[in-house]
Structures are given as structure tokens and as C-alpha cells.
């Protein structure tokens, strides 16, 4: 057979391993070589080469190599846990900045208990053993599970179009990870695990910097935030997939969306309320990364202060870019528009300043096709019961207000923050929830397939590690706006879109990762969705929609 590999075509025999076929390119690699695609679909380093095409491989700085090697981290650990606290619970709760929070529900967590079993985890690494996919036929899955008494990967068993169960050994230990594990324990050169709060916190290296940890930045605010939704999930009994299935499946799910709905406008109203116990305060800032519901949470928001006696208004960052002349370059030339020197902070403080001392302005409208700033009569004043919201990139960079005092600002920063897991070791990303919500809005409301907007995402991603993540521990107040059963409704419009591209796009590893992740939900259907819901900016029907 001929396979393609950088650009070069080479003659391979039938059932020729990757590794064994180019095994000196992986050795002599300056990054780690975790993986490899073949016809853009990821696949692990002792692929068997079934038929011709193109070959990669996949090292640490990819972002699928990155996540590979965090499944393999996650099962190296749970094997540690297993062997030296037998019948221990440990699940994964979810990830902070390259890093992972996990808990163990029957094991209390001491700095000797991390020590046992990191000296467990460095002898699995220093043997480098092998990673074994085995499989079986659904019937005999049925009986392993009934003999095992387990969960792990049991949701395979659901899912038709799926003709064997597959499970992960490495010794006599077996898990379940959705997606590829790294084909033996040797790769984990680079982690950190530490005692932190009631759990341990797992540390490993980012795509960037692929060969070191970096510095440990805590976000206890984050922390906080996924901690109290983690908590109330709990309580409901309705923490990961497995859960939400079985209650979907018992036609229960009516009453747990109310619940999740009552969840949001508890939060949102406690919001509003301690911002109208302090007079002080005149200028509310948002700020989140995309597809977080800001549109949405703003307009809920300013319901809740109404009733609080506050009128809101509203004044937007976007017409206030400086003219475009002067709009800033990115490293490719190309116009900045995310920079914090893309807006006019000197005009919109100068405004900002006069609406707080009462006086009156003439707020600019942003032309984007000339790109300048046009005058139209547009007064705008505030009165003594009114505050202004502000929602953008930048809200909460103290550098976009620089001349409002601290005191008048009420800075919200909002987001998805995923705590559903599809089971205690395969956590939902958070990044992947926005995805699916981003590929749905863009198609609904803006014409663009999903392929468009997975092309884009990487540079979105860039712009909220530069401008938004950064300052997100500076908010007075954090929101979650996920909600737990969001993607059991999103998928029946997300998987058409996904299934538009096919395995000749480079797109199409990442396209089969979402669809093997949105293969396990159960449907819900739309009318089951609130009209006032956050999730209703998704997928329509919204009845703040003008």
C-alpha cells in the first residue's frame, strides 16, 4: 500500500504498525510523539495500517496530543488509587488552568495518602507498561458487566450504532477513557499532583510550553463557583450522564429543568439584589468568553433590578473602537480588534465619567463599514435610580475604566461552567460545551455551517486567554450559566451540522470527537425549554429576542 507522510509517499505492507513503521522519527522527536492520524482521524501509536492515505503524527504542542496524554495521566492515576486504596471512589471534577480537581467520595484526602500514591504512579511510569484496547461483543459485555459490579464505559452498551464495547487494560486494570489513551505509561514525563481544599489537584503541562508545568495561578473564585453547582448537582443526583439518561429515559426530566431554571434565576436575582443594597454602585460590567449567554443573563438581570428599583441602561463598548487608521495589528498584519488599544478608553471614560456625575453626552454610533465614529443626536443622561450595564471583551480589566473608581464598578464575569461528567473519569469540557452552543447560534442566526466555525475557534480561544480568562478572578461575582441538560437538547441540531464534513477535512478528527461525545445524550425535546431560558439564545425561540 502507499501512505503519505510529509509530502513523501511510501510503500508499507498491510498491518504495519505506526510505531514500528516510523519508529526513529518518534525517537528521535524533540517533542513527545503521543499519537497519530490517519485520514484525519486520530488513532493510537500501534495503529495497524489497514489501507493507503495520509499519515501524521501527533506530539504534545497538538491539542489533541495534549488531551491524550491527560486521559493517560487520569488513567495512571486512577490505577495508583486502585492498587494502593483498594474500593477507592475517585472522579474527576472538573479542569482549572492545566489542571484537573479530583476527589475521592470514601477516602479522606491527606498529604500521606497523595504521598503513597504518587509513588505508585512513578513506578507505573518508570515500567512503561503496555496500554491494551481489548474488546467485546455487546453480549459479552453484558455479562462482564453483570459479573464486574461496574460503571466503567457501561454507557457503550446504550449506544446502537456501536457494535462492541471496547475497555482500556494495563495490567489486570481496566477503565474506560472516550477517546485515545497513549499505548503504554512511559509518556507521563511531565505532572504534579497535590493535596488542594477536600481533593487533589493534578497538574500537567500545556500545548504551549509541551516539556514544563507552569506556575500554579489559584482561582478561588472559579474554584467556588463549580464547587457550589458541583454541590447542588449532587444533591439532585444528577452529576453525570449516566444520571441524566436514566431520568431522561423515566420522562423525569420536566421537573429537573425547572429545577436547573430555578437555579439560574436564584443566582441571577442574589446578583441584583446585592448590587441595589449598595448605592454606590452605577456601572455594572460583564464580561465571558463566547457563547457564554451573555446576551440572555443581561436581559434576565435587568428584570431582577427593576424589581429592585433600578432602571438599567445600557451603553455598548463596540461604539467606542477607535477609528480604523489607528486600530492596532496583530502579528500577521492584520487589524487587532481584540486588543484593549482597538477601543477608544480615553473617549468612553471621559463619557462614563460625565453620565456618573449626571451630566449629559451624545454617545457615538460605530460605523463598521468606514469604520469611524458617527455623531447621530444619540443623548443619553442618567438619572438618580438608573445604572448603566456594560457588556465586552474587556469589562473586566480595570484598564478599560481606568478613571471610574473601584467603588461604582460592579464587575460580573459569566460563563459555562460544565459540571456534569459523562462518568467520574471522563469530564465534559468546558470549552467543548461553548463549542456546540457556538456551532448551533452560528448556523441558527448567522449562516454559518459548523465547519466555519470550527475553523475560527482556535482564534476565539486565543482572544479569551488574552483578554478575558486573565481577569476573570477580579469579578465581584461569577455566574454559571450551564446548565445541566443543555446538550441532550442542542444535539439534535448540532450532529447534522457535524456530520457535514467528512474524513478528506482536517476538521474531521475534531467533528468526530463531538459527535462521539453528543452520541451518548438522550434527546429532550425544545418545548420542554423555558422561553425565558439562557439556552433559548441557542437554538431560538427566546422571548427577550426583539
Same mark, same amino acid.
Given at each position: 500500500?502507499?501512505?503519505? =507522510?510529509?509530502?513523501?509517499?511510501?510503500?508499507?505492507?498491510?498491518?504495519?504498525?505506526?510505531?514500528?513503521?516510523? /519508529?526513529?522519527?518518534?525517537?528521535?522527536?524533540?517533542?513527545?510523539?503521543?499519537?497519530?492520524?490517519?485520514?484525519?482521524?486520530?488513532? +493510537?501509536?500501534?495503529?495497524?495500517?489497514?489501507?493507503?492515505?495520509? !499519515?501524521?503524527?501527533?506530539?504534545?504542542?497538538?491539542?489533541?496530543?495534549?488531551?491524550?496524554?491527560?486521559?493517560?495521566?487520569?488513567?495512571?492515576?486512577?490505577?495508583?488509587?486502585?492498587?494502593?486504596?483498594? %474500593?477507592?471512589?475517585?472522579?474527576?471534577?472538573?479542569?482549572?488552568? @492545566?489542571?484537573?480537581?479530583?476527589?475521592?467520595?470514601?477516602?479522606?484526602?491527606?498529604?500521606?495518602?497523595?504521598?503513597?500514591?504518587?509513588?505508585?504512579?512513578?513506578?507505573?511510569?518508570?515500567?512503561? !507498561?503496555?496500554?491494551?484496547?481489548?474488546?467485546?461483543?455487546?453480549?459479552?459485555?453484558?455479562?462482564? =458487566?453483570?459479573?464486574?459490579?461496574?460503571?466503567? %464505559?457501561?454507557?457503550?452498551?446504550?449506544?446502537?450504532?456501536?457494535?462492541?464495547?471496547?475497555?482500556?487494560?494495563?495490567?489486570?486494570?481496566?477503565?474506560?477513557?472516550?477517546?485515545?489513551?497513549?499505548?503504554?505509561?512511559? #509518556?507521563?514525563?511531565?505532572?504534579?499532583?497535590?493535596?488542594?481544599?477536600?481533593?487533589?489537584?493534578?497538574?500537567?503541562?500545556?500545548?504551549?510550553?509541551?516539556?514544563?508545568?507552569?506556575?500554579?495561578? &489559584?482561582?478561588?473564585?472559579?474554584?467556588?463557583?463549580?464547587?457550589?453547582?458541583?454541590?447542588?448537582?449532587?444533591?439532585? @443526583?444528577?452529576?453525570?450522564? =449516566?444520571?441524566?439518561?436514566?431520568?431522561?429515559?423515566?420522562?423525569?426530566?420536566?421537573?429537573?429543568?425547572?429545577?436547573?431554571?430555578?437555579?439560574?434565576?436564584?443566582?441571577? %436575582?442574589?446578583?441584583?439584589?446585592?448590587?441595589?443594597?449598595?448605592?454606590?454602585?452605577?456601572?455594572?460590567?460583564?464580561?465571558?468568553? +463566547?457563547?457564554?449567554?451573555?446576551?440572555?443573563?443581561?436581559?434576565?438581570?435587568?428584570?431582577?433590578?427593576?424589581?429592585?428599583?433600578?432602571?438599567?441602561?445600557? $451603553?455598548?463598548?463596540?461604539?467606542?473602537?477607535?477609528?480604523?487608521?489607528?486600530?492596532?495589528?496583530?502579528? &500577521?498584519?492584520?487589524?487587532?480588534?481584540?486588543?484593549?488599544?482597538?477601543?477608544?478608553?480615553?473617549?468612553?471614560?471621559?463619557?462614563?465619567?460625565?453620565?456618573?456625575?449626571?451630566?449629559?453626552?451624545?454617545?457615538?454610533? #460605530?460605523?463598521?463599514?468606514?469604520?469611524?465614529?458617527?455623531?447621530?443626536?444619540?443623548?443619553?443622561?442618567?438619572?438618580?435610580?438608573?445604572? !448603566?450595564?456594560?457588556?465586552? $471583551?474587556?469589562? !473586566?480589566?480595570?484598564?478599560?475604566?481606568?478613571?471610574?473608581?473601584?467603588?461604582?464598578?460592579?464587575?460580573?464575569?459569566?460563563?459555562?461552567?460544565?459540571?456534569?461528567?459523562?462518568? =467520574?473519569?471522563?469530564?465534559?469540557?468546558?470549552?467543548?460545551?461553548?463549542?456546540?452552543?457556538?456551532?448551533?447560534?452560528?448556523?441558527?442566526?448567522?449562516?454559518? @455551517?459548523?465547519?466555519?466555525?470550527?475553523?475560527?475557534? /482556535?482564534?476565539?480561544?486565543?482572544?479569551?486567554?488574552?483578554?478575558?480568562?486573565?481577569?476573570?478572578?477580579?469579578?465581584?461575582?461569577? #455566574?454559571?450559566? /450551564?446548565?445541566?441538560?443543555?446538550?441532550?437538547?442542542?444535539?439534535?441540531?448540532?450532529?447534522?451540522?457535524?456530520?457535514?464534513?467528512? +474524513?478528506?477535512?482536517?476538521?474531521?478528527?475534531?467533528?468526530?470527537?463531538?459527535?462521539?461525545?453528543?452520541?451518548?445524550?438522550?434527546?429532550?425535546? &425544545?418545548?420542554?425549554?423555558?422561553?425565558?431560558?439562557?439556552?433559548?439564545?441557542?437554538?431560538?425561540?427566546? $422571548?427577550?429576542?426583539?
Amino acid at each position: 500500500m502507499q501512505i503519505e =507522510y510529509k509530502n513523501i509517499i511510501m510503500d508499507v505492507k498491510q498491518g504495519t504498525p505506526v510505531n514500528q513503521l516510523l /519508529s526513529e522519527e518518534i525517537r528521535k522527536a524533540k517533542c513527545k510523539i503521543i499519537a497519530c492520524k490517519f485520514n484525519n482521524e486520530i488513532k +493510537s501509536l500501534n495503529y495497524k495500517i489497514k489501507s493507503g492515505g495520509k !499519515l501524521e503524527l501527533i506530539d504534545l504542542k497538538d491539542k489533541d496530543g495534549m488531551r491524550i496524554y491527560r486521559r493517560g495521566l487520569v488513567y495512571i492515576i486512577s490505577k495508583a488509587f486502585n492498587e494502593v486504596y483498594p %474500593g477507592a471512589l475517585m472522579t474527576i471534577n472538573y479542569q482549572l488552568t @492545566n489542571a484537573m480537581f479530583c476527589t475521592v467520595d470514601n477516602l479522606e484526602i491527606t498529604n500521606e495518602v497523595i504521598k503513597n500514591v504518587k509513588e505508585r504512579i512513578q513506578q507505573i511510569v518508570e515500567q512503561d !507498561l503496555p496500554i491494551e484496547k481489548r474488546f467485546m461483543t455487546k453480549e459479552e459485555a453484558v455479562k462482564f =458487566y453483570e459479573k464486574e459490579k461496574t460503571l466503567k %464505559g457501561k454507557l457503550q452498551l446504550d449506544l446502537k450504532q456501536k457494535k462492541e464495547v471496547t475497555l482500556y487494560y494495563c495490567e489486570n486494570y481496566y477503565n474506560y477513557f472516550y477517546g485515545v489513551l497513549p499505548i503504554s505509561t512511559g #509518556f507521563a514525563e511531565n505532572y504534579e499532583i497535590t493535596k488542594y481544599h477536600h481533593g487533589f489537584m493534578v497538574r500537567y503541562p500545556s500545548n504551549e510550553t509541551p516539556n514544563e508545568i507552569s506556575k500554579f495561578h &489559584d482561582t478561588p473564585k472559579l474554584f467556588a463557583t463549580l464547587e457550589e453547582y458541583d454541590e447542588l448537582h449532587k444533591i439532585l @443526583n444528577i452529576n453525570t450522564l =449516566y444520571k441524566l439518561n436514566q431520568i431522561i429515559k423515566s420522562n423525569k426530566i420536566a421537573e429537573y429543568i425547572l429545577l436547573d431554571e430555578a437555579l439560574h434565576e436564584k443566582k441571577i %436575582g442574589t446578583i441584583a439584589d446585592n448590587i441595589a443594597k449598595n448605592k454606590n454602585i452605577k456601572l455594572i460590567a460583564i464580561a465571558g468568553p +463566547s457563547s457564554s449567554g451573555k446576551t440572555t443573563f443581561a436581559k434576565r438581570l435587568e428584570i431582577q433590578l427593576r424589581l429592585n428599583g433600578l432602571k438599567p441602561v445600557t $451603553i455598548s463598548v463596540d461604539n467606542y473602537f477607535v477609528e480604523r487608521e489607528d486600530t492596532p495589528l496583530d502579528e &500577521d498584519g492584520k487589524y487587532d480588534f481584540e486588543s484593549i488599544h482597538a477601543i477608544d478608553t480615553k473617549l468612553l471614560n471621559n463619557d462614563l465619567l460625565k453620565l456618573l456625575n449626571g451630566e449629559e453626552i451624545e454617545a457615538p454610533t #460605530f460605523n463598521f463599514h468606514t469604520g469611524h465614529k458617527e455623531y447621530k443626536g444619540n443623548k443619553m443622561k442618567l438619572a438618580s435610580d438608573e445604572v !448603566l450595564i456594560m457588556e465586552g $471583551i474587556h469589562c !473586566l480589566n480595570d484598564e478599560l475604566t481606568y478613571l471610574i473608581p473601584k467603588e461604582q464598578k460592579y464587575k460580573i464575569y459569566i460563563s459555562a461552567l460544565t459540571v456534569l461528567n459523562i462518568d =467520574y473519569y471522563n469530564r465534559i469540557s468546558t470549552t467543548d460545551t461553548r463549542l456546540i452552543r457556538r456551532i448551533v447560534r452560528d448556523y441558527q442566526f448567522r449562516g454559518y @455551517n459548523a465547519a466555519h466555525t470550527l475553523e475560527m475557534w /482556535s482564534s476565539v480561544n486565543r482572544g479569551e486567554q488574552n483578554n478575558i480568562f486573565k481577569f476573570q478572578e477580579e469579578a465581584d461575582v461569577m #455566574f454559571n450559566s /450551564s446548565l445541566i441538560y443543555e446538550l441532550s437538547v442542542l444535539k439534535k441540531y448540532a450532529i447534522p451540522l457535524l456530520k457535514e464534513i467528512d +474524513s478528506s477535512s482536517t476538521l474531521y478528527s475534531e467533528t468526530k470527537r463531538l459527535l462521539s461525545m453528543l452520541s451518548y445524550f438522550e434527546d429532550i425535546p &425544545d418545548e420542554l425549554v423555558p422561553t425565558h431560558s439562557l439556552l433559548r439564545e441557542f437554538i431560538g425561540g427566546s $422571548i427577550f429576542r426583539d
